[in-house]
């Protein structure tokens, strides 16, 4: 008999929530950790990043004091407290993990998982000890790691990775992040807030490229307003590391430019977290592009072995990762319940917000969808105007058919928290009927989803 | 480059907007976000934030005049000093062409800014309609009801799949798709779609021959006049065919046609009669153990047989998947020659479109081809009785060089045995 029904390795967003469900099904339940409890998500990533971003919005708030007829004079940011603050945070966030672990009564193993067979895991402790463990079932958590490329190489000081940009003691004057996705602009939008000059370079046509095109635009011209240099359409060539500078080399069209910078953040691509687990002693195959191959139950090609979040590739999101953890218990217990991609909300948490689920205008019509677009600017909208947050819009995409929800888009203040009711409307195969009728609370800025909604309809009250 | 500057839609109902103030002028260096002008719409003046950066060139609907949604108000360059001389003739001619799109809206010229707002014309997409009354108690997503609704389906038979068993879209899809839970004529509007014959006259066309097209042509031309054909026709009683077709399908997964049988019988009824299965050479023959069946697939242009091989080995299921994913390999012409080249015997089926009965020309070097028509409901005389029935006629076409008329005649005799006896076809 195995010493266990069901071991994760990893816990992160994927891996602990798997481990719960598994539990809450009564299987007998163990999960190695060889780092934090929590993994990127809670450590490095979500949670410590939300807290440095909430850090730079206050500190926006002071800069505009004024035109809420507040004077704030003298207020600096206190970089290495902002920092230490981010960490705290992370550090609690961990503490609760470790709870809910024993609450459910899973097994905590703290050390280096690797296959020994497809059943057994060696676990490699911190004091140089081994363990071996069985498993009816292993589900493989272990995330991913930032990409390195030949020409951009990563020496943790000078040019670094998110991770290392969380640990910074200094703030630097100037930062180029190479690549506008989510961890980019983000990054982008805190350093410049606290005054470090800020350029933002990306090799598509434009910042957030998963997102929709008007949408991005909108973030482009905040984000430009408030100083941030972005450059699309540019290739990073080279980094030529100096003393105490970074003179990257760009590439627009074939017309060539040098930016020195402070610090150089590499925001592009990720890989899988699978070398220091011996899938090969396992037989578990990757993809062609390095991830661990599943199919719709998170299964891999090796019996009773299943990969979930971002080691089995698609999207790096949290969310996503937990709800693969979900189906791959699902599957260990006969409830198959597979995740559907196409209703995966994605988030950007500079200000202005971005969230989305579904798909972009374009992917819409490319899908062969006749759409029918509803739009509503936070200008019209008068808590929008009260918060002084007029910036941004509600973009949703409905097929022209039946008018079903296929698209939800917001740009604003805290547009990520507005998104969920969308999620829930395409979850429930919702109209814009639907939507428009369902009353909303005034004032509020998620009126804006309403009137998108009666836009797309052509009855649209407040614009 | 050259950007042109477009009125913005402020509003779904604003159709023109009047530039109450340039806040630029030519020469200026435009940054993304930059306020460039004042704009009075339908419903208040705003800001107009430039949506691209760049450098004015020129300024084509000056203060105080009305521009339609997307004419070009103003020309941008990426460099100073760029001609805008075609530009400028572009955005002209574009400007007009929106003019006349919108009838009878012409701008006025200089409308004052104070005026009231213009009564913009109602939108296109007036009322949403009303969804269709829906019977209680059915939990139904509103899509999936707009969908029964159009599809003329009763979401009282459908099954839901969707949480708790809630009926989604994709159940009332499938069940329109298989037929299982159509409204009645009274109940739903009748989905059938009216023919489109009655059309104003139009000229007539020269249509190139294809490379198919040509080789069809010609392959069937020698097949016709060189080929001594004749022909054995046989009604099929298919009553038991159609019930057992059916039984067949109530299993999930499960998705059999007529034809799929046919296959299935033709192929044993081949390996009792090996002279109709067979290729002929000049002065030889050849009889093959194994009866490979081409199926004539219609694709866009014309027709190609993909080849069903051993299909007396397989079931009826296999046969079923195996045609489906041979018929959707020709229409997407990703068809290896290996798929659709040789072949023992060719069956024609035209049953879809329920017609009575058509000859088939000889596929060569085959020997035969079976032409099936639709299955029809007819009077049948049993057991002395006139009862109403279903009949499916099927016509062998065959080479007299290497088939007689006796052979033909047991042939279509063992085909219709199986046919009309079909559990046969099922072992």
Not at chain 1, 267 to 273: D, E, Q
Not at chain 1, 352 to 377: M, N, T
Not at chain 2, 90 to 107: D, E, F, R, T, V
Request: some cysteine; glycine content about 8%.
């Amino acid at each position: 008999m195995s010493d266990y029904e069901v071991i994760i390795i990893g816990a992160g967003p994927g891996g602990y929530v798997a481990a719960i469900k598994a539990a809450q099904h009564g299987k007998k339940t163990a999960i190695i950790e060889r780092e934090h409890l929590g993994g990127i998500c809670l450590n490095w990533g979500c949670i410590p990043t939300k807290a440095l971003l909430k850090s730079a919005e206050m500190f926006e708030g002071f800069k505009h004091a004024k035109e809420f007829g507040l004077l704030a004079d003298n207020v600096r940011a206190d970089f290495p407290a902002v920092i230490k603050r981010s960490r705290d945070v992370a550090g609690q966030m961990a503490k609760g993990i470790e709870f809910l672990m024993k609450k459910n009564k899973v097994t905590v193993l703290m050390g280096t998982a690797s296959f020994v067979d497809a059943k057994t895991l060696a676990v490699a402790k911190a004091d140089g000890s081994s363990q071996q463990v069985t498993a009816d079932n292993i589900i493989i958590a272990t995330g991913h790691k930032p990409r390195t490329f030949p020409h951009l190489p990563v020496d943790g000081k000078q040019v670094v990775n998110y991770r290392h940009l969380l640990g910074n003691t200094q703030q630097p004057k100037s930062l180029l992040c190479i690549g506008a996705g989510a961890i980019g602009m983000e990054f982008g939008y805190f350093f410049s807030s606290l005054g470090t000059k800020v350029t933002v370079v990306e090799v598509l046509d434009q910042v957030l490229p998963v997102e929709d095109h008007e949408i991005a635009k909108v973030v482009e011209r905040e984000f430009t307003k408030k100083g941030v240099t972005i450059k699309t359409g540019t290739k990073v060539v080279k980094l030529e590391q100096k003393a105490d500078s970074v003179a990257v080399h760009l590439d627009k069209d074939g017309k060539a430019e040098i930016i020195e910078v402070e610090q150089v953040l590499v925001a592009v691509g990720f890989l899988a977290n699978t070398e220091s687990i011996a899938l090969e002693k396992a037989g578990v195959k990757l993809d062609e592009r390095g991830f661990i191959a599943v199919d719709a139950n998170q299964a891999t090609n090796i019996a009773g072995v299943y990969a979930i979040g971002d080691v089995a590739g698609k999207q790096l999101l949290a969310h996503k990762a937990s709800f693969e953890g979900e189906a791959a218990v699902g599957h260990i217990v006969g409830h198959a319940q597979p995740v559907d991609y196409a209703q995966i909300p994605g988030c950007t948490y500079c200000q202005p917000q971005v969230a989305s689920v579904g798909l972009s205008e374009k992917k819409a019509i490319a899908a062969g969808h006749k759409v029918k677009i509803g739009r509503f600017q936070f200008m019209a909208s008068g808590k929008a105007k009260a918060i002084g947050h007029p910036e941004g819009m509600v973009k949703l995409i409905f097929d022209a058919e039946f008018d079903q929800l296929i698209g939800a888009h917001i740009v604003g203040y805290d547009a990520t928290e507005l998104l969920g009711e969308l999620s829930l409307a395409m979850k429930l195969e919702s109209t814009a009927k639907e939507i428009m009728e369902t009353i909303h609370a005034h004032p509020t800025l998620s009126e804006a989803v309403m009137e998108a909604a009666a836009d797309a309809l052509g009855v649209c009250v407040h614009q | 480059m050259i950007i042109e500057q477009l009125m913005p839609s402020k509003s779904p109902t604003m159709t023109e907007g009047t530039i109450v103030a340039w806040r630029i002028k030519p020469g200026d260096k435009v940054k993304v976000g930059d306020v460039i002008a004042e704009l009075q719409t339908d419903k208040s003046v705003t800001e107009w934030e430039s949506p691209d950066g760049g450098i004015c060139a020129e300024i084509i609907i000056p203060a105080g005049d009305v521009a339609l949604v997307n004419q070009v108000v103003a020309i941008f360059t990426t460099k100073a000093g760029e001609d805008i001389k075609e530009a400028l003739t572009k955005a002209k001619a574009k400007n007009q062409k929106i003019a006349a799109s919108i009838s009878g809206a012409a701008p006025s010229v200089a409308t004052p800014v104070a005026t009231a707002p213009i009564a913009a014309p109602a939108p296109v997409a007036a009322k949403p309609s009303a969804p269709a009354a829906l019977p209680k108690g059915v939990r139904i997503s509103p899509v999936a009801a707009k969908v029964a609704a159009a599809l003329g389906v009763d979401v009282r038979q459908v099954k839901g799949s969707g949480p708790d068993g809630r009926i989604v879209r994709r159940d009332v899809e499938a069940a329109a798709k298989s037929g299982s839970a159509k409204i009645g004529v009274a109940a739903g509007k009748p989905t059938k779609p009216k023919l489109k014959v009655l059309r104003p006259d139009g000229a007539g066309a020269d249509v190139a021959m294809s490379p198919m097209r040509q080789i069809i042509g010609k392959r069937l031309l020698e097949a016709k006049t060189q080929i001594p054909h004749f022909y054995v026709s046989e009604s099929i009683d298919a009553g038991a065919l159609v019930a057992m077709r059916e039984q067949i399908n109530v299993l999930e997964g499960m998705n059999v046609t007529i034809n799929d049988l046919i296959v299935r019988a033709s192929a044993l009824a081949l390996r009792a009669h090996p002279k109709v299965n067979a290729t002929f050479h000049g002065n030889s023959i050849k009889q093959y153990d194994s009866a490979d069946i081409s199926v004539a697939v219609a694709i866009p242009d014309g027709l190609i047989t993909p080849i069903v091989t051993k299909a007396h080995a397989k079931s009826v299921k296999q046969i079923g998947e195996e045609v489906r994913a041979l018929a959707k390999k020709a229409v997407e012409g990703k068809l290896q020659p290996a798929e659709f080249q040789g072949g023992s015997f060719t069956i024609s089926n035209l049953g879809m479109f329920g017609i009575s009965e058509f000859v088939a020309i000889i596929n060569p070097p085959q020997v035969a081809i079976l032409a099936v028509a639709g299955i029809k409901d007819e009077a049948v005389v049993k057991h002395g009785q006139l009862v109403a029935g279903k009949v499916m006629r099927v016509t062998l076409s065959a080479d007299h060089r290497a088939v007689d008329g006796a052979d033909a005649a047991a042939f279509l005799k063992t085909l219709r045995e199986l046919l009309e006896a079909p559990a046969t076809l099922l072992v």
